[in-house]
């Protein structure tokens, strides 16, 4: 058995939510509070709610993946499709472009010379080839790669 640990809170409940077809409207209907914190809580701004269980409860997810998208695998799983994990590795790969800028900054130097908008789509190349096996598709599904 392995264990998976997939993007942000805020993420989870966005993406368990899409997947119901519910609106944050929806979802904030059924556990009884407003649009305005689902919008938080799927922002990131709340970190910690007592509304994450009924939460839990509506989406039909367990605590264990909302709370730190943790999500076992058992032997022989069929993983679902490579994008979801593209999509979630490319959020870490975001927040980690964001903790990097906010590092420079705070020592006082810039990051003008990092093209991240080129890293971003290098990354989803690697990582989607990495998922798939096959990095010639994965290449060639990023659109508007640029030159280097």
């Excluded at 701004?45 to 939460?55: A, C, E, L, Q």
């Excluded at 058992?74 to 870490?92: I, K, N, R, S, W």
């Excluded at 990097?100 to 003008?112: A, D, L, T």
Aim: with cysteine; hydrophobic share 40%; glycine share 6%.
């Amino acid at each position: 058995m392995r264990l998976f640990i997939l993007s942000t809170i805020g993420s989870r409940i966005t993406e368990a939510r899409n997947a119901k077809g519910w609106s944050q409207d929806d979802l904030a209907a059924a556990v009884g509070t407003s649009q305005q914190n689902i919008a938080r809580m799927e922002a990131n701004v709340t970190r910690t709610s007592k509304y994450f269980d009924p939460i839990c409860e509506a989406l039909g997810v367990s605590r264990a993946w909302l709370l730190k998208g943790e999500r076992k695998v058992e032997e022989g799983e069929q993983l679902t499709d490579p994008e979801f994990y593209v999509h979630a590795a490319t959020e870490a790969l975001d927040q980690a472009i964001k903790s990097y800028k906010s590092i420079r900054i705070q020592n006082g130097k810039g990051y003008e010379n990092v093209d991240f908008d080129l890293l971003r789509r290098a990354f989803e190349i690697s990582i989607k080839g990495k998922l798939t096996g096959d990095y010639v598709t994965a290449s060639l599904s990023i659109n508007n790669l640029k030159k280097a």
